[in-house]
Nanobody
Framework: QVRLVESGGGSVQAGGSLRLSCVAS?????MGWFRQAPGKEREGVAA???????SYADAVKGRFTISKDDDKNVLYLQMNSLKPEDTAMYYC????????????????????WGQGTQVTVSS
């Protein structure tokens, strides 16, 4: 059982930055960030595949950067130029192996989830 613990959420004004962290109890093949705003479906934000490749949702490209420290089993999400529409609960997720489901951020195929960290961006 992989345990994931997120941190780093908070409240910022539009244009500000936050860095989310996710500590994993063990290394897995694929890790990613998802978010869910009230009344909306969960959506993939960014993913870090087992081969080191990354993928991003169109809404965050150029503003968010996903990275991973394999030595510490920590996944990061650096979020810059935040917008009010980025407000959501952000979840870290992990899956075994990697490949298509990871690059396409198919949430249902990620087997492990953290408890979430809230990000609120005010205008």
């Amino acid at each position: 059982q992989v345990r994931l613990v997120e941190s780093g959420g908070g409240s910022v004004q539009a244009g500000g930055s936050l860095r989310l962290s996710c500590v994993a109890s063990e290394n897995t093949g694929c890790m990613g960030w998802f978010r869910q705003a009230p009344g909306k479906e969960r959506e993939g934000v960014a993913a870090f595949d087992s081969d080191g490749s990354t993928s991003y949702a169109d809404a965050v490209k150029g503003r968010f950067t996903i990275s991973k420290d394999d030595d510490k089993n920590v996944l990061y999400l650096q979020m810059n130029s935040l917008k009010p529409e980025d407000t959501a609960m952000y979840y870290c997720a992990a899956g075994l192996g990697g490949g298509g489901y990871c690059r396409e951020m198919l949430g249902d195929l990620f087997g492990y989830w953290g408890q979430g960290t809230q990000v609120t961006v005010s205008s």
